[in-house]
């Protein structure tokens, strides 16, 4: 395991952490950050007409999900571990945050979810970072072979 992958790995974690316990908190019904439910939908979520966040089963797995990509990424920094499905994994992951960055720069994406705040924070911060974690994860499956 090499310095520079545990470094990556970490980056990639921090944030990773930081949104699976929001989403974690929003599906036991917290309104943190934004104390008022319904701006906090409006700058999570971004659709039009959205009054509430989503189901809490639904932010809940949502919160796994991201959980668990930070555990892969954690996992991706020992060369020496998991072999050909921890990298197939990895992959995975890239492919569908390299693919949600790509989409938030789209004319589509920006008509299907309009709403402010989100809209400027997807611009300035989510969609950024969606791309530099994947991003981060193909560089440490890369880094995996070398």
Do not use: C
Request: charge should be positive.
């Amino acid at each position: 395991m090499t310095v520079v992958a545990m470094l990556i790995a970490a980056l990639l974690f921090v944030p990773l952490l930081a949104a699976g316990l929001a989403h974690l908190g929003w599906s036991m019904g917290l309104n943190w950050p934004i104390r008022d439910t319904r701006l906090l939908a409006r700058t999570v979520v971004g659709t039009p007409d959205v009054v509430r966040m989503p189901p809490k089963p639904l932010t809940f797995l949502v919160s796994l999900a991201i959980l668990a990509a930070g555990v892969l990424a954690l996992s991706l920094a020992d060369h020496s571990s998991g072999g050909l499905w921890l990298d197939l994994a990895g992959i995975a992951a890239a492919i569908v945050l390299l693919a949600r960055g790509a989409a938030g720069y789209t004319s589509g994406w920006r008509q299907r979810f309009p709403t402010e705040p989100f809209a400027s924070y997807d611009r300035k911060l989510y969609t950024p970072l969606i791309l530099a974690i994947g991003l981060g994860f193909v560089v440490l499956v890369v880094m995996r072979h070398l």
